[in-house]
């Protein structure tokens, strides 16, 4: 099995040894996205609705260059550095995604990269 990379403009440049994506046999990876202007390379300006909006435009971003949605996710993680912030996500996911909702971990944690409040990843399966 081949495994092709995904890059595209209209989301953050990986800021470390990774690619945006990764698929391979109809399975595609998407690395963890934080709230970066694609444009800017700065996370955007607002509250934490705002930081898991830009979340999962960048996600979005990602999948339509590798050709699929994120209404093909069958997995996400998300990274909150406070669980309390919880039912935002929640929200903001009920407004950019169809059921059957993809399965999903919550984790928090102690700090994630530039300051951001937010990490997503997820896995989409080509095609489901």
Same mark, same amino acid.
């Given at each position: ?47 934490? $609705? ?27 993680? *998300? ?12 929200? *903001?996911?009920? $407004?950019?995604?169809? %059921? ?12 994630? %990269? ?5 990490? *997503? ?8």
């Amino acid at each position: 099995m081949t495994r092709h990379a995904i890059a595209t403009d209209r989301a953050p440049a990986a800021i470390g040894t990774y690619s945006q994506a990764v698929e391979c046999a109809g399975t595609v990876w998407l690395s963890g996205q934080i709230p970066l202007d694609p444009a800017t390379m700065t996370l955007v300006e607002g509250d934490i $609705e705002a930081e898991v909006r830009q979340v999962f435009s960048n996600l979005a971003a990602v999948a339509a260059a590798a050709g699929s949605s994120l209404g093909e996710a069958v997995r996400l993680t *998300v990274y909150l550095t406070d669980l309390g912030d919880f039912a935002v996500v929640n929200r *903001v996911m009920e $407004e950019v995604l169809d %059921p059957p909702y993809p399965a999903r971990a919550t984790v928090q944690v102690a700090a994630l %990269p530039k300051g951001a409040r937010v990490e *997503v990843d997820a896995v989409l399966v080509k095609g489901r």
